[in-house]
């Protein structure tokens, strides 16, 4: 795998540095409602900081505005980093898809952002696997780095692609198996064990587009209509009274998953294992967590149900690795080239 040049490589003394972090983050009312991947974007920030850069000027996007719009600005981001890093060299742009120019990789724009800078260093991981003026436009204009985040998720993840210890437990839930096609026909063939949650567990059994065997649930969570104060009941997989559906994974299924996390040397979990948000369908994705956070396997959980769902039970630290990334974690998990990192030189 490509190894980007570190901005612990960087001369920074002096210098204007244009960092591209990932604060695609969720806001509420004005606010920012979780700020994990702020946080995250902080140690390249204060190295920058201790080795006196002149001013660091970070860009984001924040969701998928179309053109300007103040509902997407980047200020609730920029107070958050305030309180939590407060110094005057660092500012916060405002959100980079306001320009048309960004998801196009517009050369003007691009321009645009590296002007008055003299560095560029690439922390946003979980954006890496956009071609955008940001995130690759602009590493053709300053010399460009990787930050810490960036080359901590490399190498983390990168971890599951090369010699893993043995059993290795491939555990993927949500709603859409497309989304998680590629990682299970890159990853799963050399998984000891592949469990699957969710809705997608549904259309896997009734086709199974993957070269191997599946663990599947055996009970779940009936519901009689998608609504959180839908009546609920247990059953087999396939005695569910006509008109109900399985929003989450039973009891009997909680413990088989949990059975084959215990084993495992290597973990890696993305993706619910029912409609968690509602509290009646959240404990098949809280037994995962808690199955693969009372191991001692080498764990690595990615997407943001899955992260949220450790951070709601308090066992964030209780796993190896939780990617910021979402997109961008399992593009690289497929095998593919991230051009936000393909564009930085090699170490
Ligand atoms: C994410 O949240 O996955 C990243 O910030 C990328 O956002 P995007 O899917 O809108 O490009
Ligand atoms: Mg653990």
Wanted: with cysteine; net charge negative.
């Amino acid at each position: 795998m490509h190894r980007p040049r570190s901005v612990r490589e960087a001369d920074v003394g002096g210098k204007r540095v244009l960092v591209r972090a990932d604060l695609n983050v969720p806001l509420e009312k004005g606010r920012v409602a979780d700020d994990t991947r702020i946080r995250a974007s902080l140690p390249t920030l204060q190295l920058l900081l201790d080795r006196e850069a002149e001013g660091v000027n970070v860009c984001s996007h924040l969701g998928r505005p179309k053109g300007e719009d103040p509902q997407f600005s980047m200020s609730p981001v920029a107070v958050r980093l305030r309180e939590l890093l407060p110094d005057d060299r660092i500012r916060v742009l405002e959100n980079t898809r306001f320009n048309p120019g960004e998801t196009k990789n517009d050369p003007a724009y691009a321009r645009e952002l590296a002007a008055d800078n003299e560095l560029f260093v690439e922390d946003a991981f979980g954006s890496v696997h956009r071609a955008h003026a940001s995130t690759v436009g602009v590493a053709g204009l300053l010399p460009a780095y990787a930050g810490l985040l960036l080359e901590r998720e490399l190498a983390e993840l990168g971890k599951l692609l090369g010699d893993v210890e043995h059993p290795f437990v491939l555990i993927s839930g949500g709603a859409k198996v497309e989304d998680k096609l590629g990682v299970l026909q890159n990853l799963g063939g050399k998984a000891d064990t592949v469990v699957v949650g969710g809705k997608m567990a549904e259309q896997i059994r009734e086709h199974n587009p993957l070269s191997f065997d599946v663990v599947l649930p055996t009970d779940v969570v009936a519901a009689s209509e998608f609504a959180e104060d839908a009546q609920t009941q247990v059953t087999p997989y396939d005695a569910l009274p006509d008109g109900w559906l399985g929003l989450d994974i039973g009891p009997e299924t909680r413990e088989l998953f949990a059975q084959h996390i215990a084993e495992a040397r290597t973990i890696f979990w993305n993706g619910p294992m029912g409609v968690f948000e509602w509290p009646p369908f959240a404990e098949g994705t809280r037994a995962v967590a808690d199955a693969v956070a009372h191991s001692s396997a080498y764990s690595v959980v990615g997407g943001a149900d899955s992260a949220r769902a450790l951070t709601e039970l308090g066992l964030e630290d209780e796993v190896s690795w939780v990617s910021t990334g979402g997109g961008a974690a399992l593009e690289l998990l497929e095998g593919k080239e991230l051009p936000g990192v393909a564009v930085i030189p090699d170490e």
